[in-house]
Each structure stands twice: as structure tokens, then as C-alpha cells.
């Protein structure tokens, strides 16, 4: 595609309930980002994938939280068990760094934990 | 861990002013990054920053990145409206952290 697209925009879930948030990077980035925005703020690491090297996981909130990256392309976010302060957009950006950085991020999933 | 400290917080400037927010770090960065953020969408990148003392435009924008590596400027010249929006610097010393971000409002 042209672009990162992140599945579902829209998320709404019960409290204690599992969820899934998948990003679909632009092919050929090596590196993979997870963030999540609280309305009015900033962004928060939560995770990276770069290459076949060990995921840096040290922004997870909790061990909830996980993620995985298969083939080095689609990303997978769960939430086990989420909670109301899950409730935030949860943004993935695609990286290459060669001569310059090009980077994108995608649309964003809008999570609410009723 | 590494900390970002991004002022102003927020500006309300006249059309056609210059506007200029800024970023420290608690450690030194290899690579500053701006982004722009519109309601309901992800940042984009604005400009990227690879040296120290490196100056870098794109239009009206122009980014600096600091000597000592430990901070970076953007400044935008003569405001247009759509300009309105949040600004967030970003820097890399492996992992990329955000700062909390500047909201900029234009009056027209």
C-alpha cells in the first residue's frame, strides 16, 4: 500500500476483555514503532522492532502489553485484560534510516475501555 | 531513561508572525526530528536533523540542531492559518522519544 495502515480505527471494549491492534507498515522499512496518545498528549513509547534484533519492549506500561512483529512486516499489539486506563490511540509508525529518515506514521486506533 | 522537555507548551500568534518552540534533552541524541499533528490523524514528518549545527529549512520551516546535541529549534516564519495545529520534536539516541509537544493557534 501507500501507506501505514492500522486495523481496527476503532476500537470499543468492556473492561477485563482482550484486545487486538494490528499495524501494516510500508514495505522495505526495517524498523516498526508502537505509541500510544492520550487525548491532549504527547506521544508514548511503548515498543520497537528493528530488523530481526531483539524488540526493545522497555515503554510497555505492563506485562498486559505485548507485541510482536511477524515476517518483519504486519505488527500485532494485545492488551490482555485491558483496563479504562488503556483508553488512548494507539499509533504505529514504519522507519527507514539510510541517507535520511523516512518515516510514517499510521492513522491511529482509537481505543475505549467502557 | 531520556527526557524530552518541549516549550512553549502553547502559542497564540497573529497571522504573519514567526513562531519558535524548542527542545532539551537530558542526553545526547544522534537525530532531531519535527512533526506536525492535525486532529484525529498521526504526526508527520517535517523536517530531520542527522548532525550538530546542522540547519535545515523546508519552506517556511527551519530546524536546527544544537551543538552541544542535546537540543534542537524550529521555527516557522510568517504563520498562515493553516499552521494551526500541535508540533512535537523528536530525538534518537537508539529508541525514538517524543516531546509533550507544542500547540500552536493562529489568529487570522
Known amino acids: 500500500g501507500a501507506g501505514v495502515s492500522q486495523s481496527p480505527s476503532n476500537k470499543v471494549t468492556e473492561k477485563g476483555k482482550d484486545v487486538e491492534l494490528r499495524c501494516d507498515p510500508i514495505?522495505?522499512?526495517?524498523?516498526l514503532y508502537w505509541y500510544r496518545q492520550s487525548l491532549g498528549q504527547g506521544l508514548e513509547f511503548l515498543i520497537y522492532?528493528?530488523?530481526?534484533?531483539?524488540?526493545?519492549k522497555s515503554g510497555l506500561p505492563s506485562d498486559r502489553f505485548s507485541a510482536e512483529r511477524t515476517g518483519g512486516s504486519v505488527s500485532t499489539l494485545t492488551i490482555q485484560r485491558t483496563q479504562q486506563e488503556d483508553s488512548a490511540v494507539y499509533l504505529c509508525?514504519?522507519?527507514?534510516?539510510?541517507?535520511?529518515?523516512?518515516?510514517?506514521f499510521g492513522p491511529g486506533t482509537r481505543l475505549t475501555v467502557l | 531513561g531520556q527526557q524530552l522537555n518541549q516549550s512553549p507548551q502553547s502559542m497564540f500568534i497573529q497571522e504573519g508572525e514567526d513562531v519558535s518552540m524548542n527542545c532539551t534533552s537530558s542526553s545526547i541524541f544522534n537525530t532531531w526530528l519535527w512533526y506536525k499533528q492535525d486532529p484525529g490523524e498521526g504526526p508527520v514528518l517535517l523536517i530531520a536533523?542527522?548532525?550538530?549545527?546542522e540547519l535545515t529549512s523546508n519552506g517556511r520551516l527551519t530546524a536546527q540542531f544544537g551543538i552541544t546535541r542535546k537540543d534542537s529549534f524550529l521555527n516557522i516564519s510568517a504563520s498562515i492559518p493553516s499552521d494551526v495545529g500541535i508540533y512535537f520534536c523528536?530525538?534518537?539516541?537508539?529508541?525514538?522519544?517524543f516531546g509533550a509537544g507544542t500547540i500552536l493557534r493562529v489568529k487570522s
Open positions: 522492532f528493528q530488523g530481526n534484533s531483539a524488540p526493545d
Open positions: 536533523l542527522y548532525k550538530a549545527g
Open positions: 523528536a530525538g534518537q539516541p537508539n529508541k525514538l522519544v
Open positions: 509508525a514504519s522507519w527507514r534510516a539510510q541517507d535520511h529518515v523516512e518515516q510514517f
Open positions: 514495505s522495505g522499512h526495517t524498523a
